[in-house]
């Protein structure tokens, strides 16, 4: 897969207008589309299920990079793949045997991410990153768009590719939560291949405009 990759986040779309928004992002310069999965337990918020997964997968054209932030992920995670998840990505925080999770989620035919709270150490991924296709690192506290961008990610990222790099892994590393035209390109330099944007996106005045700069 190539890097320097944007993948709005669908949470801050307009739900009334949902395939407006779903044809923007496959007019546009995005890669991914983003799709935020909220139980009401892993984090305080809700977003929505299969219902929105269908209209997603009607729509759109481009890769669908599902971020599960759940309890128990693994009793979804084939559900999420049938309904046309490109790639599933649970939380280390969620899964007592990551190891069986991620297993599943690449025999049922999709790739595999791991994702990091903000307070959760990279080297925590020792033992698994070897087997896994991406690494999320949670650059804001799960739950809400919009928040303010944590300073500290830049030293996950580069710890991360440290970890890929010494084991010979070919992980990709996703940045999400508080991505923006300031903050863009110094990630990418970083060492981040794709990253999440949804507010920065969806409340910008050209969408599209906004989705290109922040490939630069
Ligand atoms: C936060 C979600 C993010 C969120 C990003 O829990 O995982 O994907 O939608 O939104 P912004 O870019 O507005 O921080
Ligand atoms: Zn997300």
């Given at each position: 897969?190539k890097?320097?990759?944007?993948?709005?986040s669908?949470?801050?779309?307009?739900?009334?207008?949902?395939?407006?928004?779903?044809?923007?992002?496959?007019?546009?310069?995005?890669?991914?589309?983003?799709?935020?999965?909220?139980?009401?337990r892993?984090?305080?918020?809700?977003?929505?299920?299969?219902?929105?997964?269908?209209?997603?997968?009607?729509?759109?054209?481009?890769f669908?990079?599902?971020?599960?932030?759940?309890?128990?992920?693994?009793?979804?995670?084939?559900?999420?793949?049938?309904?046309?998840?490109?790639?599933?990505?649970?939380?280390y925080?969620?899964?007592?045997?990551?190891?069986?999770?991620?297993?599943?989620?690449?025999?049922?035919?999709a790739?595999?991410?791991?994702?990091?709270?903000?307070s959760?150490?990279?080297?925590?991924?020792?033992?698994?990153?070897?087997?896994?296709?991406?690494?999320?690192?949670?650059?804001?506290?799960?739950?809400?768009?919009?928040?303010?961008?944590?300073?500290?990610?830049?030293?996950?990222?580069?710890?991360?590719?440290?970890?890929?790099?010494?084991?010979?892994?070919?992980?990709?590393?996703?940045?999400?939560?508080?991505?923006?035209?300031?903050?863009?390109?110094?990630?990418?330099?970083?060492?981040?291949?794709?990253l999440?944007?949804?507010?920065?996106?969806?409340?910008?005045?050209?969408?599209?405009?906004?989705?290109?700069?922040?490939?630069?």
């Open positions: 897969m890097t320097k990759l944007i993948a709005p669908l949470l801050s779309a307009d739900f009334g207008h949902l395939s407006r928004d779903i044809e923007m992002i496959n007019r546009s310069q995005a890669d991914w589309f983003h799709i935020d999965v909220m139980d009401g892993f984090v305080p918020n809700i977003s929505f299920g299969f219902p929105v997964m269908n209209t997603v997968r009607q729509h759109a054209k481009k669908v990079d599902v971020h599960l932030m759940i309890v128990e992920p693994e009793r979804y995670v084939e559900e999420f793949i049938q309904h046309g998840a490109d790639l599933v990505s649970v939380h925080e969620a899964c007592i045997h990551l190891h069986r999770t991620v297993k599943l989620i690449q025999e049922k035919g790739k595999a991410g791991v994702v990091l709270n903000p959760t150490p990279v080297l925590l991924l020792e033992d698994i990153i070897s087997e896994i296709d991406l690494v999320l690192l949670m650059s804001v506290n799960p739950g809400f768009g919009g928040q303010k961008f944590i300073e500290n990610t830049y030293r996950k990222i580069a710890e991360t590719k440290d970890l890929i790099l010494s084991n010979n892994a070919t992980a990709l590393i996703e940045v999400d939560g508080g991505v923006n035209l300031e903050n863009a390109s110094r990630l990418f330099d970083a060492g981040a291949d794709v999440v944007a949804g507010n920065a996106v969806f409340s910008s005045e050209d969408p599209e405009r906004t989705i290109e700069l922040l490939k630069i």
